[in-house]
């Protein structure tokens, strides 16, 4: 398959280092310091310490060591040997870890955002060939972008770290949400007593550091919406390990709200384990979350919205979603008070299922909630936004078959060139007598890789030129950028 996608300079990507890093990078001065402003500490230890993965723009990565120039504006650059990346394998629709062995930087081309259904947007150059499903011949199709094309995701990161457990993904999901650093104190602002002292023990058995808890009541005023009770943690040394995994050039603006700063630490988010993730996730729930129902005539809606007014924990939560494989929507709200903008960021419900059985929050009515919610959720819940895309021959090969199944039938015959992959797969278990058809075996491993999604482009507009960018993968060719789109 034929791969040239030239991204903006702006587009995220997430990198993982290995340890074979260390050894070739001499040669590439440029990609130590690149790595260690990113992360905050000496190459050595980032790479020795955690799992090795750190987010970057395309437009940030080192162009050190020309191999070769195409012409004045096309360069194509040398990357050192341990920079791996999630790719994607079209052939068996499996997800993989690859090495990138070069970078190509363009100057100065014309460009166009792309946009898809479910709103992930990527800006290419306009002459562009993007992964595509082809409804002819079944596979996928480096081609033009044009409306209706269907386009790959991945659901869920493939980069996933081995660091941290789910006691301090909690404790610093509580940070993020309702906590600051003031001098050598950590505070920590909530009404529920059980979220305070929920947050003082995982200091405590997180830590193991000695310090000192001073609790204070504040009234509401004009910068506060309502009455609190915080506490403060104080221990210089305590200070300081709670601090450490917080990159070093991340200062508050003078002058500006705290809250407009709240985040996770990229070290804890982008290199913790699944456990991690689920403690992140716990923490959040327990601060700036709504949990609850809306109440409807015919059914109840549960619903489970995070709100912050910090475009950084927006970013966070956005990230954390996706690595715990949670779609999720972010929408602009009116913000209250000080505040000039605010967020709300809205996990899938069809999603929540399996990652809220696996939670620990201890605030006694969104616990309740929880609880309720998992109680009456009982099997799959029904997912109408998760379609699978077919050629139009296998579409009226699998409608002929189903002539003694007149319900799959209607359910095969409702859209073209797609299905429900819900329904693909009920379909699938009805039909046999196909596995000779290479077609009908791609349809089937498309259905059942629940890591892969698909989106609709539904949006082409023309953007001012700049420069572009391309990896070379080469044992994959494709590879995901930080929305999941594949490349």
Known sequence: ??????????????????????ASSSDHLEWIEFVEKKCGKPVAEFIGSTSGILQAKIGEIPLSKLDWKIDDDQKIYRVPDGVNIASYNHLNEMQNICKVSHISVTNDKACIE??????????????????????????????TPSLDQWIPYFKQDSLI???????????????????????????YAKNSEECRKEFESLAQSVFRIPFNVRTYSDEADSRKFSDSVKIHLNGKEFARKVLSPIHPDFYLQEGLRPALFKKIPDEILLNGSHRCHLGLFSGLIDGDCSVGWNKHRKNDRFFLRFNTSSPYLVASISRLLRKLGLRHSVTETPARGASKTSWTVCPSVIDLPDILSEVRVVEQQRKQAIAEFLAKTTGICNDTLDYVPLTHALQEKIIRALRKEPELKRIAKRHKGYMNRQAAIRIISKISGFSDDNEWNRFVARANSTGIHWEMIDSIRPVPPRDVFSLVVPDSELYCIANGLVM
Not at 161 to 187: H, P
Request: aromatic fraction near 10%; charged fraction near 30%.
């Open 114 to 143: 792309v946009s898809t259904s479910r709103n992930r947007t990527v800006v290419i150059s306009d002459d562009s060939l993007l992964p595509v499903f082809d409804h002819h011949s079944g596979e996928m199709k480096s081609e």
């Open 161 to 187: 770290g081995k660091d941290y457990d789910f006691d301090v993904g909690k404790f610093y999901g509580m940070l993020a949400a309702d906590g600051w650093q003031q001098d050598n104190s950590i505070g």
């Open 1 to 22: 398959m034929k791969k040239d996608v030239l991204i903006e300079g702006s587009t995220g990507l997430e990198l993982k280092f290995s340890k074979c890093f260390r």
